[in-house]
C-alpha cells in the first residue's frame, strides 16, 4: 500500500512539474502586456467543459437545422451509422458567443491531493492562485493559513466587488474569492465572511444555514443588515436597483431547498435569469475606478451529476447569455474590459456519442424533455402519484413519461408498423419510432419504477459506490427519473461516465485587455496570475 502511494505521489508531483506551466514564459508574456483592465469580469461554469460546451452547440444547431438528420436518413431510407448514404445534410456546430472569443487555452484542474478536483479546491486555485486539497475553501492544503484571492485584491484596489451565483451564496465556488473555511461544509462560517467581505454587491441564491448547522446561531440576514448590507428577493425590488446602490444582495424570488436558482430549463417569469444579475450588477458597480465581477454558473454542475443532458444544455445557454450581458459592456469599453470564461473542473464524463447510435447523434430529441430532472423528481412526479396512488406498473405512467421527455411506450404492432413505413421513406414514422422506448429500456424502467414506488428507507444503499444500485441511479434523483434521462440521452447519443467529476481540463475563452496571455495549455492557478496581471492587482 506504502508503494502505491508512493507512485501516486511521485506521479503527482511530475504531473505538477509538466503542466503547472514555466515561469519564464509566463513573466515574458507578462512582460509584453498592453493596457491594464479596469473592468474584469471571470465567469465560471461549474462542471463546465469542452462535452458541455461542444453539447450545447451542437443541440442550437438541431434546433435551428430545418433539414435535420432524422429527416434526411428517413428521405433516402438510409440507416443510422458510418457510410448511411445521406447526402443532403451537414452536421453543423451554432456556435456560442464564448466560443468566439479571440483568446483560447485550457487549463488543467487537480487538486493538491487528488487528479479529480472538487469545487473548492479548483475554485481556490482559480481565485487565489495557490493549490489546495479537495474540501477547503481559500485556505492552503493543512488549514494553517488563509490564501488572498482576486477579489480582495481588487477591492484593496478600490475597485467595487461583485458575486453571482446560480447556487446559494455561500457555496464552494463562490465561497472562494472571499471566505477561507477548513471545510466546504461550514456554510455559517462561510456566510459570516460574507457579511465581512465589504463587497459591493451579491447576486443569485441565498443561505443554506442561515442560523447555522444546528439552527442555533444568530440569523445571517440580520448580521448582514448591521453590516449595512440591503436584501432583496423580489422583481420589484430588483428592476428598482440603479448605479450608486451599495452593498446588495439580491436573492432569487425562488428558491429550491438548497437555497439554489431553478435550473435554467424550468424558470419562467416570476425569476431572474443569469444574465438579467450580471446586466444589474454592471448597472450597481460601474463606476470610475472599475470593478471586479465573478459570475458562477453552478447548476451546470449539478446536472451533469445527475446525467442530465438537457438540463446541462440550458444552463449552459443561460451561462452565454450572461457572457453576452458583459459582452454588450465590453463593447462600450473595449480597450479597458477583461472577460475570462472558464470552467473549474467537468462532471459527469459527458461524451457526445453512446455505443447504441453508433456514428451518430440526435440532440434535437432532447428538446422532447420539458423540465429538469430536480423538478420532475421533487415536484412533477410527486405530484402525479399524489393524483394517481395506484400506481402499479409502467403502463399507469406513460402519460406523464410522455409529457416530459416526449418517450413513447412500446408497442410491437405499433413499432413493426412504424419501422415499415420508415423503410418506405416516412420521416415522420422514423422520427416517431426514435422516440418509442425498445423492450430492454422498458425493462429498464419498470425495475427502475419498481425502485421508485418503495420507502426510501426500503431502497438498496447508494453505498458504496461500486455497488450495481449506485452506479445504475446516483445519488441525485429517485432510480425512475435518473433511468429516464438516461435512456433520452442515450437515444440522443449522449452518454457519461460517473455522477461525479472528472480530470479533464477546462477550456478558458477570452476577450478584451490582455486576451493573448490565456492561449495554451497552463494551470488553473495561472488564470489567477493572468488576471492580476492583466488589471494590476498587485
Known amino acids: ?27 515574458e508574456q507578462q512582460g509584453n502586456l498592453k493596457g491594464k483592465a479596469k473592468y474584469i469580469f471571470v465567469f465560471i461554469g461549474d462542471g463546465t467543459s469542452i462535452p458541455q460546451r461542444t453539447t450545447t452547440e451542437m443541440y442550437l444547431a438541431s434546433q435551428k437545422n430545418t433539414r435535420n438528420y432524422e429527416n434526411a436518413v428517413a428521405r433516402e431510407g438510409g440507416t443510422f451509422g458510418a457510410g448511411n448514404g445521406v447526402t443532403d445534410f451537414t452536421p453543423a456546430i451554432e456556435r456560442m458567443l464564448m466560443s468566439g472569443f479571440p483568446g483560447q487555452g485550457f487549463s488543467s484542474t487537480y487538486s493538491s491531493n487528488s487528479l479529480i478536483t472538487d469545487s473548492s479546491s479548483a475554485g481556490t486555485a482559480i481565485a487565489t492562485g495557490l493549490k489546495t486539497r479537495d474540501g477547503v475553501v481559500g485556505m492552503d492544503p493543512t488549514t494553517s493559513f488563509p490564501y488572498t484571492s482576486m477579489a480582495k485584491l481588487a477591492r484593496n484596489k478600490g475597485l467595487k466587488v461583485g458575486i453571482v451565483t446560480t447556487v446559494s451564496l455561500d457555496h464552494a465556488t463562490p465561497a472562494s474569492f472571499y471566505a477561507s473555511v477548513p471545510s466546504r461544509d461550514f456554510y455559517y462560517d462561510i456566510s459570516l465572511q460574507l457579511a465581512e467581505s465589504n463587497f459591493n454587491y451579491f447576486g443569485g441564491g441565498g443561505f443554506k444555514q442561515p442560523t447555522g448547522a444546528k439552527k442555533d446561531q444568530r440569523d445571517i440576514n440580520e448580521i448582514l443588515k448591521e453590516a449595512g448590507y440591503k436584501i432583496f428577493n423580489t422583481k420589484e425590488d430588483f428592476n428598482r436597483l440603479k448605479a450608486g446602490d451599495d452593498k446588495i444582495i439580491a436573492i432569487n424570488p425562488r428558491l429550491d431547498s438548497d437555497k439554489a436558482v431553478p435550473y435554467a430549463i424550468d424558470l419562467d417569469d416570476r425569476d431572474i435569469q443569469l444574465s438579467q444579475f450580471v446586466a444589474k450588477g454592471i448597472e450597481v458597480l460601474d463606476n470610475p475606478n472599475g470593478f471586479f465581477m465573478m459570475v458562477e454558473s453552478g447548476k451546470v454542475d449539478w446536472a451533469c451529476h445527475a446525467n442530465d443532458a438537457a438540463g446541462t444544455i440550458y444552463d449552459v445557454i443561460s451561462l452565454d447569455e450572461a457572457v453576452k450581458a458583459a459582452y454588450d459592456f465590453y463593447l462600450k469599453h473595449p480597450n479597458e474590459t477583461l ?16 455505443a447504441g447510435t453508433g456514428y451518430d447523434a440526435f440532440l434535437n430529441k432532447l428538446s422532447g424533455q420539458k423540465c429538469s430532472f430536480d423538478a420532475f423528481n421533487k415536484e412533477i ?24 421527455f416526449g418517450l413513447r411506450p412500446y408497442n410491437a404492432t405499433e413499432v ?35 425502485y421508485t414506488l418503495l420507502e426510501p428507507k426500503e431502497r438498496p444503499a447508494s453505498s458504496p459506490m ?7 441511479y446516483g445519488y441525485m434523483a429517485d432510480p425512475f427519473t435518473t433511468a429516464l434521462v438516461h435512456i433520452l440521452d442515450q437515444k440522443s447519443g449522449v452518454s457519461w461516465t460517473t455522477f461525479s467529476h472528472t480530470g479533464l481540463p477546462t477550456p478558458v475563452s477570452v476577450i478584451g485587455v490582455g486576451n493573448e496571455l490565456f492561449n495554451g495549455y497552463y494551470d488553473n492557478t495561472d488564470i489567477f496570475k493572468k488576471v492580476v496581471a492583466i488589471g494590476q492587482l498587485e
Do not use: C
Open 1 to 27: 500500500m506504502k508503494k502505491v502511494a508512493s507512485v501516486f505521489v511521485l506521479f503527482l508531483t511530475a504531473f505538477t512539474l509538466v503542466f503547472a506551466g514555466g515561469g519564464s514564459q509566463k513573466s
Open 339 to 354: 472577460i475570462v470564461v472558464t470552467g473549474d473542473h467537468e462532471t459527469g464524463g459527458m461524451t457526445l456519442g453512446y
Open 381 to 404: 412526479f410527486p405530484a402525479y402519484r399524489a393524483e394517481n396512488p395506484n400506481i402499479k406498473k409502467l403502463a399507469d405512467v406513460y402519460p406523464v413519461i410522455e409529457k416530459y
Open 416 to 450: 413493426a408498423r412504424l419501422q415499415q413505413a420508415a423503410k418506405g421513406g416516412d420521416s415522420s414514422a422514423y422520427i416517431t419510432l426514435g422516440q418509442t422506448l425498445t423492450e430492454s429500456e422498458t425493462a429498464d424502467l419498470e425495475k427502475a419504477l419498481a
Open 466 to 472: 461500486t455497488n450495481d444500485y449506485y452506479l445504475s
